[in-house]
Every structure is written in C-alpha cells, then in structure tokens.
C-alpha cells in the first residue's frame, strides 16, 4: 500500500472513529468501533488484492475488485441503518478507490461506484 493510499484510508477511518467519540455518554451510537474495524478490513483486503495483483491493469478485472468491495460496504452499510457511510464517507471511499485505480494506471472516468453503490 503506497503510502498516498495509506493516509488517504486513515482519514477516511479517522472521521468514522471520531463519530463514535462525539456521542453523548447517554446516547447509543449509531455504530461502534468494531464495525469501523470491520470496514477497514474490507477496504485494506480490496486495496491488498489490488495492489498484489498482476491482473490490475485489466479495467475490467479491476472493475469486479470493485464491485465486490462496493457491495460489501453497502451490506455493512445496511446492516447498520446505513449510518456508517455517509455522505463525508462516500466521498472519501470513492476518492481512496479512484487513488488505486490511477495507482494500477488507470484514469477514472466518473464515480465508478455509482452502479452498484447504495451508500
């Protein structure tokens, strides 16, 4: 994982952990960290998968790495009232997507995601 990609995916987690923090001690988080954990799981194995890959440079392989990591997330996601991803989350995963793309050698063309993203 280069580390442009690295911190790019830390400050997608930040925000999501930081959530967490700001509830009031009263109030039930809408998720809790180990699902945060569980996301960073996810997105760390589609950005290793990538990166370990000698098929990155085919679009369309590429383009299923995607689609499976998107429909994992909107699983998550669901499961969780889709409070986990939202629209500062959204935009944060398609920007760390669009870096491993360029990363393979690939320009994104538009948001990727949008076919199969429910986030």
């Known amino acids: 994982m280069t580390p442009e990609i690295e911190e790019k995916k830390t ?3 930040h925000w999501m952990y930081d959530f967490i923090e ?3 001690e009263d109030d039930e988080p809408a998720y809790h960290k180990s ?3 569980q996301c960073d799981q996810i997105v760390t194995a589609f950005i290793n998968s990538v990166n370990e890959s000698k098929e990155s440079s085919d ?3 590429l383009s299923s790495r995607i689609e499976q990591l998107v429909i994992q997330l909107n699983e998550i996601n669901n499961t969780l009232d889709k409070q ?3 629209t500062n989350q959204r935009e944060d995963l398609c920007a760390l ?3 491993v793309i360029s990363h ?3 320009q994104p063309q538009g948001d990727i995601t949008e076919k199969w993203r429910q986030w």
């Open 84 to 86: 986990l991803i939202e």
């Open 35 to 37: 699902d945060v954990e």
């Open 22 to 24: 700001d509830i009031e």
């Open 97 to 99: 997507i669009e870096l």
């Open 11 to 13: 400050y997608l987690l």
């Open 59 to 61: 679009l369309s392989w």
């Open 104 to 106: 393979c050698g690939h």
